[in-house]
């Protein structure tokens, strides 16, 4: 089935620790989102990429770092810089054509221990 | 800069009963409009999408409004069921990157 996966879907980071939360999709979409959620806040955009090598910050970049190597993945690693990184994150995606819909993946967990 | 707000922030009514959520935006310039739904602890779904030229869309139970010149969208749900239970959100594209301005959603409770 297509859809976007996202993993691990819960992850503890110890402070001053990197972390890399996975996103695949085997959509064929050109677009990619990292968003970030927190309780009672809209989803706030962290990084997209529009075309393979290619990415551009969104909102709350600071402290996050992302690749587009391939179409499918879109890794984004959360550094130790990024002070208060306990949220729910979540990786979206889109085919690249007027008004087509953005796909979301389950989720991943974030907890700073 | 486009905000978006959606109010109330939580709603309960029993099952049964027709409910409209609101989602209102400040910039009329909008590509279109989406409605999600999220579940706890899950990624959103797509309920429905409006382009900028459309008034309204209907799915189901389902059926979304908009009024750019008021700055407004409605998702009406009829007939609602416990199932329908869940955050709902709204969300605009402001540019060809699309990225969306989202609201901080309607938690709606229905209740047995």
């Known amino acids: 089935d297509g859809g976007i996966t996202q993993s691990p879907k819960y992850l503890f980071r110890k402070e001053g620790q990197n972390v890399t939360l996975s996103c695949e999709q085997n959509l064929n979409h050109d677009a990619m989102y990292w968003y970030r959620q927190d309780p009672g806040q809209g989803l706030r955009l962290i990084y997209y990429?529009?075309?393979?090598?290619?990415?551009q910050k969104g909102d709350i970049a600071e402290g996050y770092s992302v690749s587009r190597e391939k179409k499918e993945s879109f890794p984004l690693t959360v550094t130790s810089a990024q002070k208060n990184p306990t949220a729910f994150y979540l990786c979206?995606?889109?085919?690249?054509?007027?008004?087509?819909?953005?796909?979301f993946g389950e989720g991943s967990w974030l907890t700073v221990v | 800069k486009q905000e978006v707000t959606q109010i109330p922030a939580a709603l309960s009514v029993p099952e049964g009963e027709n409910l409209v959520l609101n989602c209102s935006f400040t910039d009329s310039a909008i590509y279109n409009l989406q409605w999600f739904r999220q579940d706890p602890g899950k990624g959103l779904t797509s309920l429905l999408l409006?382009?900028?030229s459309q008034r309204e869309q209907t799915s189901g139970r389902l059926n979304a409004s908009l009024d750019k010149s008021s700055g407004r969208s409605t998702l009406y749900i009829a007939a609602s069921q416990p199932g329908d239970s869940a955050t709902y959100l709204c969300?605009?594209?402001?540019?060809?990157?699309?990225?969306?301005?989202w609201g901080a959603g309607t938690k709606l409770i229905i209740k047995p």
């Open positions: 969300a605009a594209p402001m540019d060809s990157n699309y990225q969306l301005i």
């Open positions: 409006i382009q900028s």
């Open positions: 979206a995606s889109r085919k690249k054509s007027s008004g087509n819909t953005i796909y």
């Open positions: 990429s529009q075309i393979v090598n290619d990415f």
